[in-house]
């Protein structure tokens, strides 16, 4: 009982000297918002301490301190002032509205838990509206925040954190036990930091800005966070390694700052678990650091990119931002695409928008905006992907739409070659569309061997693999459907087939049917593997090859169709048919090919208002459709051409 009471009084103490310099500030207050740097971080500590202490003034809906309640309510309204003297933004009526929301509930002497969510999500949104830094640059070192403790803060706080230090018993009030289980539940390393950065206006406790880097405030806040959970160490390590909801929920070196055990133990199934989660993170940070991959790396790239573009440095914030989707993006795109291919192109579209805006000289504010936009979807798709493995009918239904839409282009290409080959009673040369097509399949093996146990294909090779190779494959389509629409009217099908069959292929025609076999077989074969890796790793290999020779069966019968029904064709309706199916590949394989220039960072992204579209190369981005564009205008005036020389003629 004595211990409660004594920290009650240390509650209601702290309470009273903060507020009164709320109040001493509060002429100047105005002033000080009109700089978002500054106030910000204040207002955001005003909201979190009000979240933590908000419960020594009010119990179950019954006020326990009168005095600390009158505290509270002032509090609030210093808070909800600062937020509407901040300069306007998109979030501002949310602002407003949640501010005005905190206020109401406190004078309704709501329960302690609705306050402090309130309080958080005002805090939330804050930081969204406002970003700045909110977790340090690297890890922070324990050891060294350890060091600075005893040195800078024992002598009040005490040897052990209890609050208890010579100099702590002749201050008012006394100084804060960190030892303090439900305090600590509510605070955040990112709480501790700014109370050691900013100090407490009215409290001995001053500003250690002058006297600590931002790395030794930051190693002394983990170090402070993880008084109150001393047990948290191979029992964490177990929880945190075995618990995919944790590491769901704290990714990030900015999740990891901005955790707190009140708020993770909903997820993470109770206060005890979230303690231990908690204690054992903040004691070893840099497991969040050596744990990076994939969707969590990608938000902690661009988190970076949004600091060092706010210190002028675009040209570093556009490779972080390239980094991102690169190096954490593109590695899961097979996971993502088989579970939600929607969100996969969301994210693709967004991101290089995102660095289009950083390469342009968009202002901080706008590059923010973005980056938060960006960290939305990034955010969903973590969530995804850190659900448990893949059903076995997912991994199924990924892998069979994987290779039937990859292969299609490809396959209308090999049989539109075997068909136009045959009608010219050319069987001969069907060998070198034969050849091209089975040695792609044996390169995409050799480069799935590569991959898988020599070296580690990077998202910028695969991007411009695909790339280069989608628009050379284009190139080549765009002459031949002309060439076949040319030969498709007048009557010049007969002249072309009954010269050359009088002559055998020479070598450059053989050549050119073997390369644009390849290329087009090898570059969705080299997608496809890469693909199909990825989605082993789900740990449903069965059913992953049970949709491949589904697949398999859907692309043989598709090629078997076409080629039965090319036979039946007339000569002049087949050349027709052929030139309007070559060029549409054309046009697909060119919005594709810029789609993976734009993903490799080779080219800018400017949004346009259209749907996605995968199978058709469609994409919401203006370069990919104008490129599109350009390629059906070529194509029109080549077949508009065509018919006017051969009326003519």
Known sequence: MRTNRICEVLRHLAAIALAAGLIFSSAHAQQASADPATSVPQTWQMLDYLAADYAGAV????VVSASEYDEMREFARHARERVQALPPSAATPTLHAQADQLVALIDAKAPEADVARQAHALTDTLLQAYPIPTAPTKAPDLARGAAVYQSQCAICHGATGHGDGPAGKQLSPPPIDFTNVERADQRSALSLYEVITQGVAGTPMASFADRLSSDERWSLAYYVGT??????????????HDDARARGAIASPNELARARVSELADAVGGTAQARLIVGYLRAHPQAIHEALAGIPLARTRIADSVRVFRDGKAEEARQLALSAYLDGVEPEEARLDARNAPLRGQIETAMGAYRTSLSNGASSDAV???????????????SLLSESAASPMTTFIGALTILVREGLEALLVVVALLAFLRKADRHDATRYVHAGWVLALLAGAATWAVASYAISISGASRELT?????????AVLLGVGLWMHQKSIGGRWQSYLKAKMTTALNRRSAWFVFGLTFISVYREVFETILFYTALWNEGQGQWLLAGLGVGAIIIGFIAWLLLRTSQRLPLGLFFSISSVVIAALAIVLTGKGVAALQEAGWTSVTVAPVPSIDLLGIYPTWQSLLAQLAVALML?????????????A
Not at 232 to 239: D, I, P, V
């Open 59 to 62: 119990h179950q809906g019954q």
């Open 227 to 240: 008084l109150a959970y001393p047990a948290a160490t191979a029992q964490g390590a177990q929880a945190w």
């Open 368 to 382: 923010a905006a973005q980056a938060h936009e960006v960290d939305g979807l990034l955010a969903q798709a973590q």
């Open 466 to 474: 695909e790339g280069l190779s989608s628009l050379f494959a284009a």
């Open 636 to 648: 029109a005036f080549g077949f508009a051409f065509n018919r006017w020389r051969a009326r003519t």
